[in-house]
């Protein structure tokens, strides 16, 4: 168990006084390619260009980029909201219930080897698998009988 007593917690965080400046240069629509200079990583960038844009209430999204630069695209600060009819939001309710229980059913039936037949019945499989190289009594039969 830890020493909880001996604990040493701080507050300081890091200045994004430099990014905040920089962003709200900024406009919708744009993208920025940033330069990374030696040592930075794209992904700690990437967190306080986030963090700053957070503080000014903007929204960016990072592109596809090379190693040596940041790529991101300022978004409008709404994210966008869709409209549909309580029709619509049940249809799709209940397409989500029935791939819920078919995906159920598919993975209940591979794992257990339980599936339907041709005429819709649950049957048990007839074969399940067997370790590599093994044979089927089926297999040994007919080599016998193709050696005799």
Sequence with gaps: MPDFARAA??????????????????DVG???NLPLEDGESPRRVMRSVNAAAALLNMRVVRLRSNGDALR?????????????????KRSR?????????????????????IGPDAAGNIAQARSRRRPAGSRTVE???ASDAGSR
């Design 139 to 141: 297999a040994e039969e």
């Design 93 to 113: 309710a209940e397409k989500a219930r029935v791939t819920r229980q078919a995906r159920w059913g598919r993975d209940r039936s591979e794992a257990t080897g």
């Design 72 to 88: 991101f695209r300022v978004l409008s600060p709404e994210k966008r909201t869709v409209h549909i009819s309580d029709e619509a």
């Design 30 to 32: 744009q993208v920025v």
């Design 9 to 26: 917690i701080t507050t300081s965080s890091q200045d994004l006084s430099p990014y905040t400046t920089f962003l709200r240069r900024l």
